[in-house]
């Protein structure tokens, strides 16, 4: 609306300071709004690489090789307290 009514009216060098001190603003803004933009993509990408290498699952840790999570005091009946990630079956045996 300034614009138009310097222009109509004749005025226009007692408007070029408003729009010099918009234009600047408005090229500040945008400067910023770029780099924000850039900062979060880099961050996006970043994230994304780190999602790809991690494991769905969590940590690496499988259940075959693992082994079940066992109470305190209890004991593997296989030899070195290893179960390779199989939960023993409750046969009536006392371990």
């Known amino acids: 609306m300034v614009l138009e009514l310097s222009w109509r009216n004749g005025l226009n060098d007692f408007t070029m ?19 924000d933009n850039e900062a979060r993509k880099a961050k996006e990408k970043e994230q994304e690489h780190v999602e790809d290498n ?24 296989a030899p070195f307290a290893q179960t390779n990630g199989f939960a023993p079956l409750p046969t009536g045996y006392g371990y």
């Open 17 to 35: 300071p408003y729009m010099i001190n918009l234009l600047c603003q408005q090229t500040k803004e945008l400067a910023d709004l770029k780099a």
């Open 54 to 77: 991690t494991p769905i699952l969590g940590g690496g840790r499988l259940m075959i090789t693992a082994g079940p999570a066992g109470g305190a005091g209890r004991t593997s009946p």
